[in-house]
């Protein structure tokens, strides 16, 4: 059995029960970094064996991931916050998987962009997940093809190029559009910033941004 278990995006405490009885019961996780997992592992008192898996070894390690689960093991994969494969690594090991006849469970479980949704007061009942943009060829294509949905869409974004992305969305789907950043979902300093795009790239410019980041965009203006 191949286990996908949603690790918290921020607070230790957003973890299932299931989740920690499968990493106590598994022979073996698969982390994106042992260091940022060794964390939580530690905190819940929970000693299985540790490997890296993680989006620059994922294609040469499924096979041989497969294998051992073809071997009798089981085997639970964590990304460093949040459902694995989501935005993270895990679609080709569970691609893999379930080619070679492997059974894979995913867990239910912390994922950021469902609380950033919410909390960000735009209409939820249709929305579609963007991710991660492309930082270089076929950015520009997709800022425009995003600006033409007739639903929320939501981006996941680095702190460092939040500005950059704020100016460009502003540009393309336009500065009135209403919007709204996440930041550090879940942890001590959470905090989400609503306005239209326009005032969002001013606020975060006056204020650069630390920690994770969700941007949620309506397709309505103010």
């Known amino acids: 059995m191949l286990y996908i278990v949603p690790t918290p995006v921020g607070n230790l405490e957003d ?3 299931r989740a920690l009885r499968v990493l ?14 060794s964390i939580l592992l530690k905190h819940y008192d929970i000693h299985t064996p540790l490997r890296s898996h993680h989006k620059f070894n994922e294609h040469v390690t499924a096979s041989g991931v497969v294998q ?27 691609r893999e998987a379930v080619c070679a006849g492997v059974e894979v469970q995913c867990l239910p479980g912390a994922t950021a962009f469902v609380p950033a949704l919410v909390d960000s007061a735009l209409p939820n009942d249709r929305f579609f997940f963007e991710g ?5 060829k076929g950015r520009q294509t997709r800022l425009k093809q995003l600006a033409e949905l007739d639903h929320t869409f939501i981006l ?6 939040l500005q950059k992305t704020l100016e460009q969305l502003a540009e393309y789907a336009g500065g009135a559009r209403r919007a709204s950043v996440s930041r550090e979902i879940s942890k ?26 969700v941007i949620c965009v309506g397709s309505e203006e103010i």
Do not use: M, W
């Open 15 to 17: 973890i299932t029960f």
């Open 24 to 37: 106590r019961e598994v022979d073996l996780v698969l982390a994106e970094d042992t260091r940022t997992t």
């Open 68 to 94: 051992e689960l073809l071997s009798g093991k089981q085997i639970a994969l964590v990304s460093d916050a949040g459902t694995p494969a989501i935005s993270d690594p895990g679609f080709l090991l569970v």
């Open 132 to 136: 991660f943009l492309p930082q270089k």
């Open 156 to 161: 996941y974004e680095s702190p460092f190029r």
């Open 188 to 213: 001590v300093h959470e905090q989400t910033v609503r306005g239209t795009l326009s005032e969002l790239a001013e606020y975060f410019r006056q204020t650069p941004p630390k920690g994770e980041i």
